[in-house]
């Protein structure tokens, strides 16, 4: 499975991004999805994830009530809606794609790995 993802860029606090993934090569709808970040001498955080019918979520307690997690089966796309951003939201942001669980997923056990987006939000 490949994953590409996009949607980064620079941002003033407060302001809002979208972050898309696309997979190929593989059956979507049978990954658990899910987004990380790693922001410079930090390491690999998990930040949201989603069911493989989109129908549960599940956040970092740090994006709670700021970012959503979507996903659309039928465009092979899981989305990441970043609203009032900071600057501890500065990070490469990383999608993520497991057979497994949720909860695999929140401990950072994923199957494959996209290439990154950088989100830096200036204060």
């Known amino acids: 499975v490949q994953l590409q993802a996009c949607g980064g860029g620079l941002v003033q606090a407060g302001g809002s991004l979208r972050l898309s993934c696309t997979a190929s090569?593989?059956?979507?709808?049978?990954?658990?999805m899910g987004w990380f970040r790693q922001a410079p001498g930090k390491e690999r955080e998990f930040v949201a994830a989603?069911?493989?019918?989109?129908?549960?979520?599940y956040y970092a307690d740090s994006v709670k009530g700021r970012f959503t997690i979507s996903r659309d089966n039928a465009k092979n796309t899981v989305y990441l809606q970043m609203n009032s951003l900071n600057a501890e939201d500065t990070a490469v942001y990383y999608c993520?794609?497991?057979?497994?669980?949720?909860?695999?997923?929140?401990?950072?056990?994923?199957?494959?790995w996209g290439q990154g987006t950088q989100v830096t939000v200036s204060s």
């Open positions: 993520a794609a497991r057979k497994g669980t949720a909860v695999q997923v929140m401990g950072v056990q994923v199957d494959y």
């Open positions: 090569g593989g059956t979507f709808g049978s990954y658990v």
């Open positions: 989603i069911s493989r019918g989109g129908l549960t979520t």
